[in-house]
């Protein structure tokens, strides 16, 4: 009945689903795994004290965590726009430039929010292959982009779930020869530090996502940010909706960025942790294949999904990919802690015996 009024182009489409699922381990979703910092917990303690910042509206523009941000990145506040997650500022740039029938250029394996927003804002999505090492093929961009004409590339660096990153040069590449808006996903930068960040004075088609889910910790509060040209920003904030950013949220942002040098930390924990269990991965018979990665987890394919079953019965979370498609019998390992990583070593070794 109610399906008869749906968009008909809508009638199969899947929705992006994230199910609720009991655990003692949770290495399913690149998250960081670690307390924050004494100060910044007090931080929130003494703001969620004050009655009027939950009794009244958020500051709809985000005038303190753009400044602060802009001081960050060596850019300008106006240069900034900060949203719900990263997803939501990939629905707002996708609505503003994205006509029924535009074509969307989309990284094939990758995040799959560009392509969903595409479908749901009438656009059309052409995937581009990464290669058999899921690297990516910046002559084949530029070949799909003389063939289909679109209005919006999308990179993302380094690669979820792969864990590759795109090169500098290569984004340049694509870059100069363009003329579209070029959103390059940075969600995992800081993981790697290769930004494009610095380029944007040289190209005013580029934007630069960014987050506060990944390396600092707070996917609760799903904090996502842009970075582009005045003339770019003031595009996309077209389609912002009013007081979308929560008081909340804005705020533990500006904490977290008073007290960077304890997430560096954090973050080179994350990156020491990585490098032990790529080195178990590849020491043991279960998988076929282990990817290096510049992000806070590991991609591997596995001979059989029995290993994800044993792993699940004991309560520990992995993201898995099926048994079709390009990423058929791969599962992507988020980095835990060093407790979390040891005894998912042991579980697989106790499966291996």
């Avoid at 063939?147 to 999308?154: A, E, G, R, T, V």
């Amino acid at each position: 009945m109610i399906k008869d009024y749906m968009r008909k182009d809508l009638m199969d489409f899947k929705p992006y689903h994230a199910p609720l699922m009991a655990y003692d381990i949770k290495l399913d979703a690149n998250e960081n795994p670690y307390e924050h910092s004494p100060y910044v917990l007090k931080k929130m303690k003494l703001w969620l004290e004050e009655k009027d910042h939950l009794t009244r509206y958020p500051d709809t523009d985000v005038h303190e965590l753009r400044q602060k941000l802009g001081a960050y990145h060596g850019v300008s506040e106006n240069e900034i726009i900060c949203t719900v997650g990263s997803d939501q500022l990939i629905e707002l740039i996708i609505k503003v430039f994205v006509e029924p029938g535009d074509g969307v250029l989309v990284p094939n394996p990758s995040f799959s929010m560009y392509g969903l927003s595409t479908l749901l804002n009438h656009g059309k999505v052409i995937n581009y292959e990464l290669n058999d090492a899921f690297d990516y093929d910046y002559d084949l961009i530029l070949e799909a982009y003389e063939k289909h004409k679109p209005k919006l590339i999308f990179i993302c660096t380094p690669n979820n779930p792969t864990g590759n990153k795109a090169s500098i040069e290569g984004m340049k590449k694509v870059l100069d020869y363009v003329d579209c808006p070029v959103i390059i996903d940075e969600a995992y930068e800081e993981f790697d530090g290769d930004s494009m960040v610095s380029y944007i004075p040289d190209y005013y088609n580029l934007i630069v996502l960014k987050t506060f889910s990944k390396a600092y910790g707070i996917a609760g509060l799903r904090i996502g940010y842009g970075i582009a040209c005045r003339e770019m920003i003031e595009v996309v904030n077209i389609a912002k909706p009013p007081y979308n950013l929560s008081a909340f949220s804005q705020a533990v942002a500006t904490f977290i960025l008073e007290d960077l040098d304890y997430y560096k930390v954090l973050i080179d924990n994350i990156k020491n942790e990585k490098e032990k269990l790529f080195q178990f991965f590849l020491s043991r018979d279960c998988f076929e294949s282990v990817y290096p990665s510049k992000a806070n987890f590991i991609l591997v394919k596995i001979k059989n999904t029995d290993l994800m079953d044993h792993l699940q019965s004991h309560r520990v979370l992995i993201r898995g990919y099926g048994v079709t498609g390009r990423l058929a019998y791969h599962m992507r390992v988020t980095i835990g802690t060093e407790d979390e990583n040891r005894r998912l070593m042991a579980l697989i070794n106790a499966y291996e015996t």
